[in-house]
């Protein structure tokens, strides 16, 4: 019989490794010599139970105490020392993650229960701007699965009963032996129900629910924008085997406004000046949100320039804080003039032609005085 190998080698950890290298050397080597991975292997199947026995002593601490001291010589006796099949269990469902990714569930640790939460479910929802800025209390019409409500969700005819799975005796797992240790799947037969259905309900045909329609209370907070999601619990779909209901989620879309405009919390609109009305100043009426509110437009107003009306744009989710509006200044060009109009304009142009002429002589005539010098 030959020599047993040191622990430490077998995992390839240094002897002063924590917890977490320990397991992540000892979870490398099972995957590598999984005996699913190597059918008929031998060998790999000696590696896997010889990476087992030295993480089972290395992971508990007197146990590794103790062999640190006296090595395999210190470990006679102890439970679980000595590398049978005793403790490997153990050892398995500390890996529950080794097997799901061979079988699909966690190893020893999977719940007898097939019990399963619902589906989630998603609604797309278009309101106005203004119940985006301000809120809204409305019903929503979802369209989900609910339980049977002829067979109260058995899936069986009204009046018969399910029947215990022959194959699996109602546990709902199949076990078979791989090596030298047994493993449990999802029975195939009844899908981990633990019984089958031989006498289906004619509404449901035996799935345990049906589509049906149903109203659902939705209250949208004043600020929400475009893109805004909002989850209600348990709203989704019902869960399997008495799980708990899926969430229902509802995106928002906001439809645009013709008039307004947001940027975060503010909100934007534009007003149309004349050139008089900018030039010479004008007190003006400009909508908000709620209502309307007088601005002073000051003399020199050009335009693109922008005035602030704090605390009248959209209420923040967090905060409920508003933010401001901004009015933004469009010059609008008149297209039909009057006679008079036209005297006035052209009297204008005059002006401001004879003041541009005054400009650019006295402009040369600085420059020749200097040159001059």
Same mark, same amino acid.
């Given at each position: ?189 009844? %899908?981990?129900? @633990?019984?089958? =259905? ?6 449901? #045909? /035996?799935? &345990?629910? !049906? ?96 005035? %602030?009306?704090? @605390?009248?744009? =959209? ?6 804080? #508003? /933010?401001? &509006?901004? !009015? ?46």
């Amino acid at each position: 019989m030959s020599p047993k190998r040191d622990y430490y080698e077998i995992l390839g950890a240094r002897r002063d490794a924590d917890e977490q290298e320990l397991k992540s050397n000892y979870r490398k080597i099972a995957l590598k010599y999984h005996p699913d991975r190597n059918p008929g292997d031998k060998e790999a199947e000696e590696k896997f139970k010889e990476a087992a026995e030295a993480y089972k002593v290395l992971s508990d601490p007197e146990k590794r105490r103790v062999y640190d001291q006296f090595g395999h010589e210190g470990l006679n006796g102890m439970n679980g020392g000595g590398g049978g099949a005793g403790g490997f269990e153990d050892i398995f469902s500390s890996f529950g993650d080794i097997f799901e990714e061979f079988f699909g569930f966690r190893g020893s640790r999977r719940s007898q229960s097939s019990m399963m939460r619902g589906a989630d479910l998603r609604y797309d929802l278009s309101i106005e701007f203004m119940e985006a800025a301000f809120g809204l209390e409305t019903e929503i019409e979802v369209e989900k699965m609910v339980v049977c409500p002829t067979c109260g969700g058995s899936g069986a005819r009204p009046g018969s009963e399910p029947k215990i799975c022959p194959q699996c005796g109602g546990t709902g797992q199949y076990v078979r032996t791989q090596g030298f240790f047994s493993v449990k799947s999802t029975c195939p037969n009844c %899908r981990g129900e @633990g019984k089958i =259905i031989t006498d289906p309900c004619p509404e449901c #045909r /035996g799935r &345990q629910r !049906v589509v049906d329609t149903k109203r659902v209370s939705l209250k949208i907070p004043a600020g929400v924008d475009d893109g805004s999601k909002l989850r209600l619990a348990e709203e989704g779909e019902p869960g399997a085997n008495g799980g708990p209901p899926g969430d229902l989620y509802v995106f928002i879309r906001v439809k645009p406004h013709e008039y307004f405009e947001r940027r975060n919390n503010d909100v934007i609109c534009k007003v149309e000046l004349s050139f008089v009305q900018a030039a010479l100043g004008e007190k003006v009426t400009v909508p908000t949100l709620e209502d309307e509110e007088e601005l002073t437009i000051p003399e020199g107003t050009q335009y693109g320039d922008t005035f %602030r009306l704090p @605390g009248r744009g =959209i209420p923040s989710l967090r905060t409920n804080i #508003r /933010g401001d &509006q901004i !009015v933004q200044v469009e010059l609008k060009t008149p297209k039909h003039l009057n006679k008079r109009q036209e005297e006035l304009l052209q009297e204008f142009s005059k002006i401001e032609s004879e003041k541009f002429t005054t400009r650019i002589k006295k402009l040369f005539k600085s420059g020749s005085a200097k040159a001059a010098r």
